[in-house]
C-alpha cells in the first residue's frame, strides 16, 4: 500500500469538491467547540482552503465526534488532521521524540518493548509463544500493545481459552502514530502489521484492544485502501455474543453503580459495540450511569490533544477535566473504562476527587471466572514512569538547545 495523507480519507470515493459544501454542521454540532452556524461555516471553509483557523485547531480534542454530523457522509476529521499535520511539517521540528516512543512497529524504539524486557521469564516465554502464528482456526485473538504488558493472566484466562493467541511484540494496528499527527509512521506501521498478518489464517481476528478493531476497520481502508483478509471484531461484541448464547455465564457479580466512560474510537464503531460494552456490564449486575456527553456525542479523555497548539503537553490535561467535572456531578464513586488510554489518563484525575477507576475488560473477565495475576494498573505505572523519563529528557535537552 502507498502512504497518502490524512486529506485522501476526507471523502474516500473522490466527490468531496462536489459534496462538500462547507455548511460547517460538523464543527456547529462538535459538543466542545460549540459554534455557531457562521462562524462554524467560515472556520470550515478555512480548514478546506488550507488557512488559519480561529479555533478549530487550537480547541479540537480528535474525537472523531465530526464523523458523524456530515450530512453528506464525508469525514471532516480527517480535514482536521491533514491541517494539524500540516502545521507540524511547517515548524519543521516534526513528531517530537517523546511521542514516537509510544509508536510500535516502525523501526524505533517504543516505551511498550522497554516494558516487555521488563516482564519476568513466565510472562517473557508468554510473548515469544504469541509471536509465532497459530495453526489455522476459524478465530484468533489478537493482543495488541497495551494487552503484552499483561501476557500472563491472558494466556492463563478460562474465559478465553477457546481462542488461539497471536502477538508478535512489533505487531501495532497503528492507531498511536495515527493520531499524534505522523501520517508516514502510520503507513509504515501498517505495512509492517499487515505483512505479519499474512501469516495468520483465520476467518476472524478478534482483538483485545477496541481501538485495534476500529483501526483495522475503519482507518486501514479509508486512509491507506488496506483491509485484512478476515472479519475483525472487538472482544466486547465476541464476549457478548457468548453471553447470549448462554456459552459464558456470569460467575462473581459486579454490584456497583459506577460510570462508564466511552472512548472516541467507540463513535466509529457505531451500535453494536455500544450494546456488547453496555451488555456486559449490566449482565454482570452493574448499574451503568451515563454521562450527560455519551455514546457519539462522547468528550475526549484528552491524550490526543497533545498534538495541538505545537505540541503542548499541559493540553491533556485541560482537555481531561472537562470530562472529569461531568464524572464529578454523577456523584458515583467508581469510574470503568473499556479504553486503556481513557483508563491511564482519568486515573489520577479522578483519584483526586476520590472515584475509583477500573479497567472494564478485566474487571468483566472477573466477573465471568478469571483471575488476573497482575492488573494494568500495576503495569501501566511502569510504562508512566519510562514515558516520563523520556519526556523528562527530551525537555531538557531541547532546553539546552539540543532539540530531539
Not at 516465554?125 to 482456526?137: N, R, T, Y
Not at 497495551?146 to 494466556?155: A, T
Not at 491507506?224 to 447470549?244: H, N, R, T
Not at 474510537?265 to 456527553?293: D, K
Amino acid at each position: 500500500m502507498t502512504a497518502g495523507s490524512y486529506i485522501d480519507a476526507f471523502d474516500p470515493d473522490g466527490k468531496s469538491e462536489k459534496l462538500c459544501k462547507n455548511c460547517g454542521i460538523c464543527l456547529h454540532k462538535c459538543p466542545v467547540m460549540q459554534m455557531g452556524k457562521e462562524e462554524a461555516r467560515n472556520e470550515h471553509t478555512r480548514l478546506r482552503n488550507g488557512e488559519k483557523t480561529e479555533r478549530v485547531l487550537k480547541e479540537c480534542t480528535f474525537c472523531y465526534d465530526c464523523n458523524r454530523y456530515c450530512p453528506h457522509g464525508l469525514n471532516p476529521f480527517a480535514l482536521i488532521m491533514e491541517r494539524t499535520a500540516d502545521n507540524i511539517r511547517a515548524s519543521g521540528k516534526g513528531v517530537p521524540e517523546y511521542l514516537r516512543y509510544l509508536f510500535t512497529g516502525h523501526g524505533e524504539t517504543s516505551v511498550f518493548a522497554e516494558v516487555y524486557e521488563t516482564l519476568p521469564e513466565p510472562e517473557a516465554a508468554v510473548l515469544d509463544k504469541w509471536a509465532i502464528p497459530p495453526p489455522k482456526s476459524e478465530e484468533v485473538l489478537f493482543i495488541g500493545c497495551i494487552g503484552r504488558e499483561i501476557p500472563y493472566g491472558i494466556e492463563n484466562s478460562s474465559v478465553l481459552a477457546s481462542l488461539p493467541k497471536y502477538a508478535p511484540r512489533d505487531a501495532c494496528c497503528g492507531e498511536l502514530p495515527f493520531r499524534m499527527g505522523d501520517f508516514q509512521a502510520f503507513a509504515k506501521t501498517v505495512n509492517h502489521t499487515a505483512s505479519l498478518f499474512d501469516q495468520l489464517q483465520t476467518d476472524r481476528l478478534v482483538c483485545y484492544c477496541g481501538s485495534c478493531s476500529h483501526t483495522f476497520n475503519n482507518l486501514w481502508r479509508e486512509y491507506l485502501g488496506a483491509k485484512p483478509d478476515f472479519e475483525v471484531i472487538s472482544i466486547w461484541e465476541w464476549l457478548y455474543d457468548k453471553v447470549e448464547k448462554g456459552q459464558l455465564n456470569v460467575k462473581r457479580a459486579i454490584e456497583k453503580k459506577a460510570v462508564l466512560t466511552d472512548s472516541c474510537y467507540s463513535s466509529e464503531l457505531g451500535g453494536r459495540f455500544y450494546e456488547a460494552v453496555r451488555g456486559l456490564h449490566r449482565c454482570v449486575g452493574m448499574e451503568v450511569i451515563e454521562l450527560a456527553n455519551n455514546r457519539g456525542q462522547n468528550l475526549c479523555c484528552g491524550m490526543p490533544s497533545i498534538i495541538r497548539n505545537d505540541f503542548d503537553v499541559t493540553q491533556p490535561a485541560q482537555v481531561a477535566a472537562k470530562k472529569i467535572e461531568q464524572i464529578a456531578q454523577t456523584g458515583a464513586s467508581d469510574l470503568f473504562c473499556y479504553c486503556p488510554g481513557c483508563f491511564m489518563q482519568l486515573g489520577g484525575a479522578a483519584r483526586n476527587i476520590g472515584i475509583k477507576t477500573h479497567y472494564s475488560l478485566e474487571e468483566i473477565l472477573w466477573a465471568l471466572g478469571d483471575e488476573y495475576p497482575v492488573a494494568l494498573r500495576e503495569r501501566s505505572k511502569v510504562q508512566g514512569k519510562m514515558f516520563m523519563q523520556k519526556l523528562t529528557s527530551v525537555m531538557a535537552g531541547e532546553s539546552q538547545g539540543h532539540p530531539t
